[in-house]
């Protein structure tokens, strides 16, 4: 029989009730106690619903209050001094003064750098590792969820994330070393974990090493033979799981590994079974990722049955299946989207249909497709509906498409040019703005709701966006801000927003995915060509603007992170897709500039994360983002003033295509990181204005204005003072006012400070 096991689960809660649980707990709402009872409940309810559906080994370890790196930080006693008591304890306190920006006294400390988890929107808590760094086990809670799954009946399969992908995520703070010299430091830990499952009754366990999608330096490479020949536990089976790309180079080393299980993404790396089959050892299991644990079509069942079954036929009992990555990257429950257009509905598949997908697949397989009835009739019916929807394709779209040219995409004059053209807007040294958004309050969030449920009409609705606008433009001008924004009150969400004033979208009620923490996002779902029925922020930039005489930003979504941030089709190439947003986005840039906007933030915040984990396939992917940001921004005149925002990313390694987006200036978060981003510009001379966010606004932490002309500071030691802006980490939807008012005054206070030094 076909084995089936699932690598995660969604752990936030058909309806976000970890999240409401984690922040009741932070403002002191609840107490612990209640706390750890929704974590049991969700736990407990999850493993239910992967045993119903025929998952016969269940992942422990894959909930988590956090985020699962800082789990396993926390399991093997990493925790920076800043975030130790006395008594240095590696509570769920200490764990969340980690993730958040704490010290034990209650004082702000600097929260633990949290950065993209590889190509995904998921970002986890970057572990920080110090000379001579000690590891030993520090918490119960992995061991106690071991034990809770079997005291209810389940197998429990625990999911750790391996010891060189655990150090090759991490970063070394303080004297600098190579982070691979701990690898002997951190086994005896791991040897300790294994042992202990193994003392639980525990038979498999997942070791995740997802860095074996990467281009790895040799050491690395070399040292996967000695640490798992070193990681072995009589009666403990290990299954090693990488996902998120092909194996590529890595896959020989990867199938003779001394482990007792191999799974590999077999959507992203679907070329290489044959390969894995003819060198993976007689012994050893393969499990088969061949469900997408990335997007929410649903499969083809035909199609994946005529690829797995010579495997089956070859493999037997040893073939397993199972999502080819965690599916924790998608929604939690399609049954309870009633709202959804029926023939949309259908083509979908979220986590808990993911699982029915792989049941549906093992009774093909092992009873044969005759067997399966309706489930397999209704897949069938799903997959042909789908091709041949007229609601998908829009000749004139495509039409547009083919029609772009080089110089569409290309600004008028270089950025010197630009630059002088732009000075009527008579901005001063180090000049002063935000990201876009101010915070979402409970008020915002009433009317909205009201708005959407049909309480509320139109115009009284923009009544009361209009007299938030208000309300935000009094309060920056009166902080001193240098450039305005209107605080996106009407905004939901970045990229739901405009999904859902553009055709070619649809969108869930319940489809949140865990971003970090509590912060969750609904992505919208691509079907179809996309297009700009009408303008989306024009009237409320052009209303802002006239409510103050300083320069007010027009807030857009960049057509890379829309794409990136949304669920997409793939029955055509994603740079196709990308183009048909650029285009929508060029007319509403140029509708802004005729409004008489003249700064206009064009948020590019997930640029990086859609790279390709594999050097070799960036240039193709930078050339058509790059192009779909130029196409999206170069309609206007020189003397309109383009911005870009991008999040938390390495830039080291593209900065000529950072460069190539030519916008006047670029936004980035640096706070986290103390500056260190900004190595990236010592030996690249990066010719436009910039912006580097001089506080982590993922904190409740208030930034002195000592600590913000540090870091000035420092960033003037790598850009010109003329080309430097200020500005925070990124938008301020998430914080409280009272927080964000001494935040940005101490921002404002700290640039006049840079000015009167520089005069």
């Known amino acids: ?306 690829t797995l079954r010579p495997i089956k036929e070859r493999l037997g009992e040893r073939l397993w299946l199972a999502p080819s990555c965690s599916l924790l990257h998608v929604p939690v429950d399609l049954e309870q989207e009633d709202r959804l257009n029926g023939e949309i509905r259908q083509w979908l598949a979220f986590a808990r249909q993911k699982l029915d997908e792989l049941s549906l697949l093992k009774q093909m397989l092992d009873q044969g497709p005759d067997s399966c009835g309706e489930a397999l009739a209704a897949a069938r019916l799903a997959v042909e509906s789908r091709r041949g929807s007229e609601r998908i394709h829009k000749a004139e779209v495509k039409q547009r498409c083919a029609g772009i040219t080089p110089e569409m995409a290309r600004r008028g004059a270089p950025f010197a040019t630009r630059k002088r053209a732009q000075a009527y807007l008579n901005l001063p040294l180090f000049p002063t703005t935000t990201i876009g958004s101010f915070p979402q309050t409970d008020e915002i969030r009433r009317v909205r709701r009201q708005f959407r449920q049909g309480e509320l009409g139109a115009s009284e609705y923009q009544r009361a966006m209009e007299r938030e606008i208000d309300l935000v433009i009094e309060k920056q001008e009166r902080i001193g801000l240098d450039v305005l924004v209107h605080g996106e009150p009407e905004r939901n969400d970045m990229v739901e927003y405009f999904g859902e004033l553009l055709d070619g979208f649809a969108f869930s009620q319940y489809g949140w995915v865990q971003s970090y923490g509590s912060r969750c996002v609904k992505p919208p779902i691509i079907y179809g060509d996309v297009s700009r029925p009408a303008p989306m922020t024009v009237s409320w930039s052009r209303y802002a603007q006239s409510r103050t005489k300083k320069p007010m930003k027009g807030m857009l979504t960049g057509p890379v992170t829309i794409l990136n941030w949304s669920f997409v089709r793939d029955d055509q190439p994603r740079a196709e897709t990308c183009r048909q947003l650029a285009l929508a986005l060029r007319d509403e840039v140029c509708d802004l500039e005729r409004a008489g906007i003249n700064i206009i933030q064009i948020d590019e915040a997930a640029l990086r994360e859609g790279l390709p984990l594999r050097k070799g396939d960036w240039q193709h992917y930078l050339e058509w983002a790059i192009e779909a940001f130029r196409l999206t921004a170069s309609g206007v005149d020189d003397k309109t003033q383009i911005h870009t925002h991008m999040c938390y990313s390495e830039f080291n390694d593209i900065m000529d295509a950072i460069a190539a987006m030519d916008a006047d200036v670029i936004t980035i978060e640096t706070s986290r990181s103390d500056m260190e981003l900004l190595a990236a510009f010592e030996h690249f001379d990066y010719p436009n204005d910039i912006g580097p966010g001089v506080y982590d606004i993922h904190s409740p932490n208030v930034p002195s204005v000592e600590s913000i002309t540090a870091l000035l500071y420092k960033a003037l030691e790598h850009i010109p003072a003329d080309r430097l802006w200020v500005n925070p980490d990124c938008g301020l939807k998430t914080r409280g006012w009272p927080e964000v008012e001494k935040a940005l005054a101490n921002m404002v206070c700290a640039a006049i400070f840079l000015r009167t030094d520089a005069a």
């Open 1 to 306: 029989m076909t084995t089936l096991h699932n690598l995660g689960f969604p752990r936030i809660g058909a309806r976000r009730e970890l999240k409401r649980a984690l922040e009741s707990y932070w403002s002191g709402a609840i107490d612990q106690t209640a706390l750890l009872e929704t974590g049991r409940i969700l736990r407990q309810c999850h493993w239910q619903v992967q045993a119903e559906a025929g998952i016969e080994w269940l992942p422990v370890g894959d909930f988590s209050w956090y985020d699962q790196v800082l789990d396993l930080s926390l399991l093997l006693g990493v925790i920076p001094e800043r975030f130790k008591g006395e008594r240095a304890e590696a509570d769920l306190d200490t764990y969340f003064r980690m993730a958040r920006g704490r010290a034990p006294s209650g004082e702000p400390a600097p929260a633990c750098e949290m950065t993209k988890w590889f190509d995904t929107n998921y970002h986890y808590i970057v572990p920080e590792f110090i000379a001579g760094q000690d590891f030993q086990l520090s918490s119960d809670k992995l061991f106690d969820e071991v034990e809770e799954a079997i005291r209810l009946g389940y197998r429990p399969k625990p999911v750790l994330l391996g010891p060189l992908s655990y150090l090759w995520l991490g970063k070394v703070k303080g004297e600098a070393f190579n982070k691979l010299d701990l690898i002997e430091r951190i086994l005896p830990a791991y040897g300790l974990i294994l042992t202990k499952l193994k003392a639980l009754g525990v038979q498999w366990v997942q070791l995740d090493e997802p860095i074996l999608a990467l281009d790895l330096p040799n050491d690395w490479r070399q040292a996967f033979e000695s640490v798992y020949t070193r990681l072995q536990v009589k009666g403990l089976n290990k299954l090693l799981a990488v996902y998120f790309g092909p194996l590529k180079d890595n896959l020989n080393l990867a199938c003779n590994l001394p482990v007792d299980g191999l799974h590999i993404d077999a959507v992203r790396g679907a070329d290489e079974l044959n390969t894995v089959l003819s060198w993976l050892s007689s012994y050893k299991v393969l499990s088969v990722g061949i469900i997408d644990g990335r997007n929410i079509w649903r499969a083809d069942p035909d199609a994946l049955f005529e």
